[in-house]
């Protein structure tokens, strides 16, 4: 029997929005049906308040592989949870770029994460030079085996995996809908040589540039289960268009 995944759409506001766009998205996403879909939200931390517990699922962008002490400008897993947040994306490539987040770092977040009760939006993807010399398989697979190495495989089923191209980021260029499946089916299979269960159930999202335009193409690959959304999850409208485009 085939494995359902339910789709899950998740905007990344980054260093973006204000209470005005809090208010505007709440509007337009509890004006339209949207329940074939988990819809997740990631403001700025100031901004969580805003939205009441149980409309949205909210997530951080960010949560320290600490639990306390003195790491001035942190936050940590059981912060987040008080402040309503049931997911937390770690990894993403902006992290790793400005933060110098490796590896090791981003493994010890996603456990962080798992520790508090928080959901990782895990995120992996290669470099537009590491896809131009066609190593972008091998690439990701290490950014996962880290992963794996400290938590444990079946440790993945209580996470949310986001594949996304570095050189699609922000960028208007988006992988072509075989681009991603052919990424996302090496994760999942690459998963399942030690945990297939896992593998099956696992969401993977893709993040790279999607719009209402390109969003249904993409989703309706076999193994993308939704999408990670930066700069279109700052339009009320176009985030609410990308969710529609998961039903399947
Ligand atoms: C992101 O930052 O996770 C992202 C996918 O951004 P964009 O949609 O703007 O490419």
Known sequence: MQTVRKPLV???WKLNGDLTLVNQMRETLSSADVSFVDVLV?????????????ELRLGGQNLSEFDSGAHTGEIAGKMLIEAGCSHVIVGHSERRADNYESNIIVASKVEAALRNGLTPVLCVGEPEEIREKNEFLPYIAEQLDAVVDK???QAF????LAYEPVWAIGTGKTASPAQAQEVHKFIRAHLAKSAQDVAEKILILYGGSVKPGNA???FSQPDVDGGLIGGASLSPQDFLSICQAAKQ
């Open 10 to 12: 998740a905007g990344n």
């Open 42 to 54: 990631c403001p700025p931390l100031t901004l969580l308040h805003g939205f009441e517990s149980n």
């Open 151 to 153: 938590i444990g495989v």
């Open 157 to 160: 089923s209580d996470l949310v």
């Open 216 to 218: 249904a193409e993409l």
